[in-house]
């Protein structure tokens, strides 16, 4: 995941004319609160592996749109049993895409091997500390992707999941290249 500061970060400690910060203001002078709000605005968009997908699919002469928070009908995502349960975020109304090709009814889901459980990846690993901890947020993850696609799927989207590791070499992404034109036609 990219992280970036924000402007809000870089703009809490104000300069004197002089140029000397004031008082009190070092910079790690941020209320726990703050940190935690700042912490929550950094967000997995537009890493480099989305970066590399859009451009690949830019080459291939396909169009798509970025960013889309699709309405979803909120029976389609409140899952039945067992699901439901390992899902730790409220049941949400929309399902937000980072990118949708709407004349191929295709959504493309960039997908990070660690965060979103790549099966059989060799970045798909668990932290050992607070290990109960993120296997419940991450298995979280994957399980939340799993409704969030199905649901797409029952509104006639067909939903494409490319992984991080699928985009790191010249070669992967040759084959990702082929994989999708055969997809999109
Ligand atoms: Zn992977």
Known sequence: MRIRLSR???STFP???DGRRTRGEGKDRLSRQRRSWNMSRIRGKDTTPEKR???LLHRLGYRFRLHVRM???FD???ASSGERVRVRCRTPRAVSVDTLLPKHKTVIFVHGCFWHRHRGCKN?????HRRAWWLKKL???AARDKLHQRALRK????PVVVWECQTEKLRSLQKLSKRLSKLLG
């Not at 798909?124 to 050992?128: K, Q, Y």
């Open 8 to 10: 809000e970060r870089r």
């Open 15 to 17: 300069r004197r004319s």
């Open 53 to 55: 997908v859009r451009s």
């Open 71 to 73: 309405p979803v009908p």
């Open 76 to 78: 389609s995502l409140s």
């Open 124 to 128: 798909c690993t668990t932290p050992t």
């Open 139 to 141: 298995e979280g993850n």
């Open 155 to 158: 509104l006639g989207w067909r």
